[in-house]
């Protein structure tokens, strides 16, 4: 196998802003595609904001936006309906090249879940993803993660978010990915007083990332210096 290189953005220090994250993702995505730059995935937190996907609707939303409680709401064009992103939250961004890596969009999508499903198995939880009839990660019947990517001439955007943390009083305000008889969870829900920090989350989905997409060797960047 040859080296694989992932460059690896931890920006879990502060929320960011959702447009400025998307500003990011395609910067970087027309330096992945085109200048050489290395697979780059960028790990953050957003801001309070429900994000509505290519099959969301305005009927997603239990009640009207000004009763969202400061939360802003984005029409995206990632796959999937409507969900929450907020702090707490694991949101991978991963802005790779599918053609480089030989993966088409099946394939890479499963590789994102089963990340995911081997950085909760990593804590005991039990997860599955590949639900028929639903998007994301589940445990039993409480979906904990939403996948829903982009791909732009075989470069990837948008990726998985993963509950850590999150207030999860937000995602009663909508019907999450479009399911409406189902719970949300999260990684403290689950686990209680033993849920593990953020940080620590980041960095064993960036060991089971890696293995996944089966990338060699990994570095980290700082955020000023992602878009260079």
């Known amino acids: ?26 910067n970087i995505a027309s330096l992945v595609g085109h200048q050489g730059v290395p697979d780059t995935l960028l790990l953050l937190q957003h801001q309070p904001i429900y994000t509505v996907g290519k099959r969301g609707t305005e009927a997603d939303f239990k009640v009207s936006k ?10 995206v064009p990632r796959g999937g309906e409507t969900t929450f992103h907020g702090p707490g939250q694991l949101v991978c961004y991963p802005i790779v090249n599918l053609r480089r890596l030989k993966l088409g969009a099946r394939a890479y999508v499963e590789g994102l879940e089963d990340t995911v499903i081997a950085t909760l198995g990593q804590y005991g939880v039990e997860a599955r993803g590949r639900v028929p009839g639903r998007t994301g990660v589940w445990v039993r019947e409480r979906k904990i993660a939403a996948i829903g990517v982009q791909i732009t001439h075989g470069v990837t955007r948008h990726g998985a978010a993963l509950n850590v943390s999150t207030d999860l009083s937000y995602f009663d305000s909508i019907v999450p990915c ?13 686990l209680q007083e033993g849920a593990p920090e953020i940080q620590e989350v980041a960095d064993v989905f960036v060991k089971q990332f890696m293995q996944q997409l089966s990338f060699t060797s990994c570095e980290y960047t700082e955020r000023d210096k992602l878009e260079e």
């Open 66 to 75: 000004e009763e969202l409680h400061g939360a802003e709401v984005e029409t």
């Open 178 to 190: 479009g399911i409406s008889d189902k719970e949300v969870t999260s990684l403290r829900r689950e």
């Open 1 to 26: 196998m040859s080296p694989r290189l992932l460059r690896v953005c931890n920006a879990l220090g502060s929320t960011w802003n959702y447009q400025a994250a998307l500003r990011t993702q395609e």
